[in-house]
């Protein structure tokens, strides 16, 4: 990476912690967990979609803490030492500290979990909404779940809806993929994008992806020294 794109991430990292210090935002809003971007992938056959979610495991975390399952003052000590962490440090000890607070096995079987899983994420078909179901929270804590909708129809166009931890963080974005052409960019205003995932559907081109990235991803994610990190891997990839 070269030294003047450093600097600019780095600026953009302390513009965004003064506008949040002047805007009383939480602390929760200056970070994307540990910035990496959690990413849904879609995967349709016949009437059924397949959904795969996956994060950094503090954003997992962060998810525990929104159900009561782990400490929120531990978020925000987490999220302080982030902040704080050298560009070269290995932030992997944050990580594991901030997940061991979590009350795993209360996650796992409160039924709490599922319950806001389907309502942060959805799919509808037609404006009719395709009923979910969680098919794996074995890697839940790792930043992996896996749900299925069950459309009424063979699956073509698709509206896909995201909120998660929109309400602790009104930063938060996941970027969503069929892992063929375009991305998606769901925030806290734009929740709701519309998917083709047709076997004939026509690629939308590099164009439509770069324009969707340069907006919501380069534009408002990638800031700062975590940022740097996040350049290094795949978006959305576990530490």
Same mark, same amino acid.
């Given at each position: 990476?070269?030294?003047?794109?450093?600097?600019?991430?780095?600026?953009?990292? %302390?513009?965004?912690?003064?506008?949040?210090?002047?805007?009383?935002?939480?602390?929760?809003?200056?970070?994307?967990?540990?910035?990496?971007?959690?990413?849904?992938?879609?995967?349709?056959?016949?009437?059924?979609?397949?959904?795969?979610?996956?994060?950094?495991? !503090?954003?997992?975390?962060?998810?525990?803490?929104?159900?009561?399952?782990?400490?929120?003052?531990?978020?925000?000590?987490?999220?302080?030492?982030?902040?704080?962490?050298?560009?070269?440090?290995?932030?992997?000890?944050?990580?594991?500290?901030?997940?061991?607070? %979590?009350?795993?096995?209360?996650?796992?079987?409160?039924?709490?979990?599922?319950?806001?899983?389907?309502?942060?994420?959805?799919?509808?078909?037609?404006?009719?909404?395709?009923?979910?179901?969680?098919?794996?929270?074995?890697?839940?804590? !790792?930043?992996?779940?896996?749900?299925?909708?069950?459309?009424?129809?063979?699956? !073509?166009?698709?509206?896909?809806?995201?909120?998660?931890?929109?309400?602790?963080?009104?930063?938060?974005? *996941?970027?969503?993929?069929?892992?063929?052409?375009? %991305?998606?960019?769901?925030?806290?205003?734009?929740?709701?994008?519309?998917?083709?995932?047709?076997?004939?559907?026509?690629?939308?081109?590099?164009?439509? *992806?770069?324009? %969707?990235?340069?907006?919501?991803?380069?534009?408002?994610?990638?800031?700062?020294?975590?940022?740097?990190?996040?350049?290094?891997?795949?978006?959305?990839?576990?530490?």
């Amino acid at each position: 990476m070269t030294e003047p794109l450093r600097a600019l991430l780095r600026a953009g990292f %302390v513009t965004l912690l003064a506008v949040g210090a002047l805007a009383g935002l939480p602390l929760a809003a200056t970070a994307h967990g540990s910035l990496s971007i959690p990413t849904v992938r879609l995967d349709a056959r016949g009437d059924t979609v397949e959904v795969v979610w996956q994060a950094a495991a !503090d954003d997992a975390a962060a998810i525990a803490v929104e159900l009561g399952m782990a400490p929120r003052q531990a978020l925000l000590d987490h999220l302080a030492a982030l902040a704080a962490l050298d560009d070269d440090a290995d932030p992997q000890p944050l990580v594991d500290r901030l997940v061991a607070q %979590v009350d795993a096995e209360q996650l796992l079987d409160s039924g709490a979990l599922e319950t806001y899983l389907l309502d942060a994420i959805a799919v509808q078909q037609h404006d009719r909404r395709c009923p979910g179901q969680i098919t794996s929270l074995e890697r839940f804590l !790792d930043g992996e779940a896996t749900l299925r909708f069950t459309c009424q129809e063979p699956v !073509d166009t698709i509206t896909l809806h995201i909120t998660l931890l929109t309400e602790q963080d009104p930063t938060h974005r *996941t970027l969503s993929t069929d892992g063929r052409r375009d %991305v998606a960019v769901h925030t806290l205003a734009a929740p709701t994008h519309a998917w083709d995932l047709g076997v004939d559907a026509d690629s939308p081109g590099l164009a439509t *992806t770069v324009g %969707v990235l340069g907006t919501g991803l380069l534009g408002a994610a990638l800031t700062g020294a975590g940022a740097l990190r996040v350049l290094g891997r795949p978006v959305g990839a576990s530490r």
